[in-house]
Nanobody, 125 residues
Framework: QFRLVESGGGLVQPGGSLRLSCTAP????????VTWFREAPEKEREGVSCSSYNGGLTHFPAFDAGRYTISRDDRWNTVYLQMNNLQPEDTATYYCAVNRENGRHCSKGGKDDYWGQGTRVIVSS
């Protein structure tokens, strides 16, 4: 059964960095576009960035992705989200998602898409 697994979250001080990972055990992510989202406490889930199956990148216009870099390593079947200069407002649960209707399209956040369980990032001194 297709499922997504995020990892790499944790507690980090302001100014620090984290690299989140998204994998799909038993499946090849190079066939899918993978989108990262985050959900901060008491805020709506927002899209961060999408790594297309063909190597393209899509950023969500409403999200300031200057400190975030999405990438993939198909050797390791993993999509990464590198986050630098983290600030307290980056505290959130981060999710990766795959569009269930068409896995080659970026997810738009639909509840029926494939979602991981999330990985929590806390930025605090």
């Amino acid at each position: 059964q297709f499922r997504l697994v995020e990892s790499g979250g944790g507690l980090v001080q302001p100014g620090g960095s984290l690299r989140l990972s998204c994998t799909a055990p038993g499946f090849r992510l190079d066939e899918w576009s993978v989108t990262w989202f985050r959900e901060a406490p008491e805020k709506e889930r927002e899209g961060v960035s999408c790594s297309s199956y063909n190597g393209g990148l899509t950023h969500f216009p409403a999200f300031d992705a200057g400190r975030y870099t999405i990438s993939r390593d198909d050797r390791w079947n993993t999509v990464y989200l590198q986050m630098n200069n983290l600030q307290p407002e980056d505290t959130a649960t981060y999710y990766c998602a795959v569009n269930r209707e068409n896995g080659r399209h970026c997810s738009k956040g639909g509840k029926d898409d494939y979602w991981g369980q999330g990985t929590r990032v806390i930025v605090s001194s």
